[in-house]
């Protein structure tokens, strides 16, 4: 059959892989099993955008023509250089966004927080990570309000991430303030990418933490008051391209489900305070466990229920309050 | 057993109902799992010439994806009974790309659906959640029959931490005594599962070669790298298995609570230590 004569590159591919020495180098250099590429052909199994574009580099003969006909499945496709290709991530599943509302309608409120952020982190690292280039995602939370009604600094409640940034690094929850991206963010209200360590400069005083080459911050928000926002980061500059920016947006606007009503603020309750460098909290916070546990043993001995969650929730507001007598960091 | 109207949960044996706290859970402990065995693997396994892996009961699919991943050639299968974790599942590997990732809903209680000899590589990973000792010779019957011959079948099980924490011992005394009730323990008049003492056994009376194993530590004492993972583990299983706990007549709603509580401010403190062991056992099919 001449080459000219198929109606798509999938008849093309499964015309070129019945050889099984072919199909295995095909495999090979694209590093898929066979079974992938029998998939294709058989139109069962929808490649990644970066795949095609190694096919033509594997059967260079058929280039053009391969162009053509991936064209007609895929508008767009025009075989351009591979670094200008963004492998760009699909749309967060319906299935997903179905979990998440039952999720949230089945959880006990008490393990709600904990239940819904995970399942969420966990899906956003996969999709917006899949090759382990290095990212961490941190949700950064409004501390409640001092006595005067303001919201003076901002927690990282529950960070995920892939390698080099360890897998739990809840023990690191850090305060942050008006010197962050975050205190940025959540007093604008407004999403903030900085694609590498020079952006940015000038404009806050970001402390860059090791592996961090470029950081982007959503707010979480619900008609219009705010929680806090979603911090990615990344080991990577330039990283937060178009695609991957819709799509962490949208895993922040999931991240409503995440918090409570009453843990949305009014846009004129943000004051946030300029909160000391992370390196100085890390002494301070190393203690935090030991004094939870204080609080609730002391709670039982007085036999007052005080659930782990408001005990924590405590312990962190004293915290607070010592930080904010401590000197901020402002970088020079 | 699982309340969920979903015709497959009502099979579901395992001791935790079914909900997405559990899926949350299971997410998050196949992450603790990896990392206290340094691996996805108990050791390095030559999958160079591998083309098919299989995952007994794999949750929402963590370990399964994870496998996927690294090894992009290597078509991995896993199933679970629940319907729900495996849609979340085939879900997650789309929206990953991980075209090399499949997932059934089928039974481990049950002959498996799979030709014989289909998979180089065969797993099971904790799954004493819902194993009773009859299922565990039938089930490695029905591994061996799915593995290729000179394939590998691996294992991996746990017994409860040994920690200094008063409540922490009570509850798992508490879950040991459930799972005796439920007929569900090896080892009917102690205080272990004892699985991990049955694996050897049960991959030697296969007539598996080359039997070999290796026992992970986790250190999870205050102030270890581990605590904050497995201290999150707990926290959640904890509170997952209450029901069961008050099903099988040890305890009630509030003398739970409290215990409970107790257990996560003794956790929690600067002098508390635990250790939870885990045994691999692996062997390579006739």
Redesign the interface.
Same mark, same amino acid.
């Given at each position: 059959m001449a080459l000219e004569k198929y109606a798509s590159w999938r008849e093309l591919l499964g015309h070129l892989i019945r050889d099984t020495q072919e199909r295995q180098r095909i495999a090979n250099e694209l590093d898929i099993s066979t079974v992938t590429l029998t998939r294709w052909a058989n139109n069962t199994s929808q490649p990644r955008q970066t795949n095609l574009y190694h096919l033509l580099d594997a059967l260079p003969q058929h280039r053009t023509l391969l162009i053509e006909l991936i064209a007609k499945e895929f508008p767009g496709f025009t075989g351009a250089p591979l670094e200008h290709v963004e492998d760009a991530p699909p749309e967060i599943p319906s299935a997903f966004y179905a979990r998440m509302l039952n999720a949230y309608s089945t959880t006990p409120q008490s393990q709600r927080f904990w239940s819904i952020s995970n399942l969420i982190l966990q899906q956003a690292l996969g999709q917006l990570d899949p090759n382990h280039v290095g990212l961490a995602i941190t949700i950064v939370q409004c501390m409640p309000p001092s006595q005067d009604n303001k919201v003076r600094s901002l927690r990282e409640s529950v960070v995920r991430g892939t390698t080099p940034w360890d897998m739990h690094l809840e023990q690191r929850a850090i305060f942050l303030g008006e010197e962050s991206l975050a205190g940025y963010v959540v007093t604008h209200s407004r999403q903030r990418v900085l694609q590498n360590r020079i952006e940015g400069q000038g404009i806050f005083s970001a402390h860059w933490v090791e592996w961090e080459e470029g950081a982007a911050a959503y707010p979480i928000l619900r008609s219009g008051n705010i929680a806090g926002c979603l911090l990615v980061s990344c080991t990577q500059p330039n990283f937060f391209l178009p695609s991957r920016s819709l799509l962490i947006e949208k895993y922040a606007e999931l991240m409503t489900l995440v918090f409570e009503p009453e843990e949305f603020y009014d846009i004129r309750q943000i004051n946030l305070a300029f909160m000391p460098h992370y390196r100085t909290q890390e002494q301070y916070l190393q203690g935090f466990q030991q004094r939870v546990s204080q609080v609730m043993l002391q709670a039982m001995r007085d036999r007052q229920a005080l659930s782990y969650i408001k005990a924590q929730q405590m312990v962190w507001k004293q915290f607070e309050e010592e930080l904010l007598q401590l000197p901020p960091y402002i970088q020079e | 057993m699982a309340k969920s109207s979903d015709s497959s949960a009502e099979e579901n044996a395992f001791v935790i109902d079914e909900?997405?706290?559990e899926?949350? =859970?299971l997410?998050?402990q196949n #992450?603790?799992l990896t990392?206290g065995m340094e691996g996805l693997f108990p050791e390095k396994f030559d999958l160079s010439q591998a083309?098919s892996i299989l995952d007994i009961a794999c949750g929402p699919g963590g370990w399964v994806?994870e496998v996927a991943?690294e090894n992009?050639?290597? &078509?991995v299968t896993g199933f679970d009974v629940s319907k729900?974790m495996i849609?979340?599942a085939?879900?997650?590997a789309?929206?990953?790309?991980? &075209?090399?990732a499949h997932f059934e809903v089928m039974d481990a209680l049950k002959p498996l659906a799979f030709p014989e000899a289909s998979f180089d590589l065969v797993n099971a990973r904790t799954i004493v959640g819902f194993m009773n000792p009859q299922a565990w010779p039938l089930l490695v019957q029905e591994i061996v029959r799915v593995c290729r011959p000179q394939g590998i079948i691996c294992l991996t099980e746990f017994e409860l931490p040994l920690t200094n924490s008063p409540a922490f011992e009570q509850l798992s005394e508490m879950v040991v005594q459930a799972f005796q009730k439920a007929q569900r323990n090896y080892f009917p008049q102690t205080k272990y599962f004892g699985t991990t003492t049955l694996l050897n056994r049960l991959l030697r009376e296969s007539g598996c070669l080359d039997i070999k194993k290796k026992a992970h530590a986790i250190d999870f004492s205050? %102030?270890t790298?581990d605590? &904050?993972?497995v201290y %999150?583990d707990y %926290?959640?299983v904890y509170?997952l298995i209450q029901p069961f706990l008050i099903k099988m007549g040890l305890t009630t709603q509030e003398d739970i609570q =409290?215990l409970y %509580?107790?257990m #996560?401010? &003794? #956790?929690?403190?600067?002098d508390f230590r635990g250790i939870w062991y885990y045994l691999s056992v692996w062997g390579q099919r006739p």
């Open positions: - | 909900s997405s706290m899926m949350a =859970w997410l998050n #992450l603790v990392k083309s994806l991943r992009p050639t290597i &078509e729900q849609d979340y085939r879900a997650h789309k929206a990953r790309g991980l &075209e090399n205050a %102030q790298a605590h &904050e993972g %999150q %926290q959640i509170h =409290w %509580q107790k #996560l401010a &003794e #956790l929690l403190s600067d």
